[in-house]
């Protein structure tokens, strides 16, 4: 046999594959499963954006390989989404780039800037793609904890001089998965200063942007002055379109950050199928009632899981943003959750798996039924009648 990369064995089983390799085995027992374990939307992408992407199939020019850093009349979409919903100017030409997904550039970036032995600052809990992307290129994570008494904030001043001194890169992402925190302002310009100071860049992930409640639109990175001096935003059709299975996304800001991350991609993926990217030009320039229809959806939900968990004594924070509840158990959330699948075949996502300060945890994910939460919540009562 060969032994894998020295990278590779930093590399666990991938969190929400071994989720859903559990559902499987359950329902082929033939048990009933619910599952909040992985945060995929139920409801099916809008009709009109299927629709251009039907049409974009009708031209055999969209067959070829798309090269590039995307098509320009895509880019341009993106940047008037900026534009008309916060106010931000973007260079389509130079400071966007077509991703397959958020998650492969994400998992890509630090190829480009960090060398074996470098740090990046990786708070957690976090989606795993930021210290992974980190391991494959040879760098060292250092995981700052995020904590409910500190607003799930990284605290920048508990980092070792000799440490910030060899980091090349800061992760944030808000709102956040899985803890659902939104940023501040002040946090934000709090984050720019540090790594101006530091010389470090901030990758801020905002694929959750869009999926906010009660009107309260979450602040965005690049309308923070001097983000994109230090700065690259990845964002994602996937979540605020119920496109994750379509794979698109983008990266967006600091123009040499762009370049490099445009380089590295041009040569090891040959960019985004085109008809995906003409049906995203529909998903952000077309009405976006859909987008608010999915936030109604997605906070109805929110209220009915929250208000059930209230029910039963658990102390539950209402999330504003993101399509998660990220609830304390007040002990082992893995124990929490082992229990829960073993006793009432309902799935959530054992903290931990998002990093050692989710231990007490579990993750929620809104993205099943209304129907199902309130058979889960039935299912919960009764085991804690027990
Ligand atoms: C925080 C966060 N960022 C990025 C992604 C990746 O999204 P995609 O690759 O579908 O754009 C996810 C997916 O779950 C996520 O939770």
Not at 37 to 58: F, H, Q, S, W, Y
Not at 118 to 144: A, K, M, N, Q, R
Not at 293 to 314: A, N, P
């Amino acid at each position: 046999m060969w032994p894998q990369s020295e990278r590779m064995d930093k590399i666990p089983p991938y969190l929400f594959a071994e989720i859903d390799r559990k559902r499987k085995i359950l329902e082929e027992q033939g048990r009933e499963v619910i599952s909040f374990g992985i945060g995929d939307p139920d409801v099916p992408t809008p009709k009109r954006i299927i629709e251009a992407m039907k049409n974009a199939l009708d031209n055999p020019s969209v067959f070829r390989y798309p090269l590039g850093r995307g098509r320009s009349d895509f880019r341009k979409s993106i940047s008037q989404y900026y534009k008309k919903n916060y106010d931000i100017n973007l260079d389509y030409d130079k400071e966007i780039v077509v991703l397959i997904g958020s998650k492969e550039g994400i998992a890509h970036f630090p190829q480009v800037f960090v060398n074996p032995g470098d740090y990046t600052l990786v708070p957690e809990p976090c989606y795993p793609v930021y210290h992974i992307g980190t391991y494959l290129s040879g760098g060292i994570p250092y995981f700052l904890p995020l904590e409910e008494k500190n607003d799930f904030y990284p605290q920048f001043d508990s980092i070792p001089q000799d440490i910030i001194k060899k980091t090349k890169i800061l992760y944030l992402n808000y709102p956040n998965n899985p803890t659902a925190a939104c940023s501040s302002k002040e946090f934000l310009a709090d984050a720019i200063n540090f790594c101006k100071k530091n010389n470090i860049i901030l990758v801020y992930d905002a694929a959750y942007q869009e999926i906010y409640y009660d009107n309260k639109k979450p602040v965005a990175f690049f309308s923070i002055p001097g983000a994109k001096d230090i700065g690259i935003e990845f964002h994602s059709l996937s979540k605020t379109y119920n496109m994750t299975g379509w794979r698109i996304g983008w990266a967006c800001g600091n123009q040499y950050l762009i370049n490099k991350l445009a380089i590295l991609k041009e040569n090891i993926d040959s960019g985004t199928f085109e008809a995906i990217q003409i049906a995203g030009i529909e998903a952000l320039s077309g009405p976006r009632d859909d987008v608010c229809k999915m936030r109604k959806i997605y906070q109805e939900r929110r209220d009915i899981l929250v208000e059930g968990l209230k029910k039963l004594s658990f102390n539950v924070k209402i999330p504003e943003a993101t399509f998660y509840v990220w609830l304390d158990v007040g002990s082992d959330g893995l124990k929490f959750a082992e229990n829960l699948l073993e006793k009432t075949g309902i799935i959530v996502t054992p903290g931990i798996g998002f990093g050692s300060s989710g231990r007490r945890f579990v993750r929620f994910a809104l993205t099943i039924s209304k129907d199902k939460i309130i058979n889960a919540l039935i299912k919960l009562e009764n085991l804690w009648k027990k």
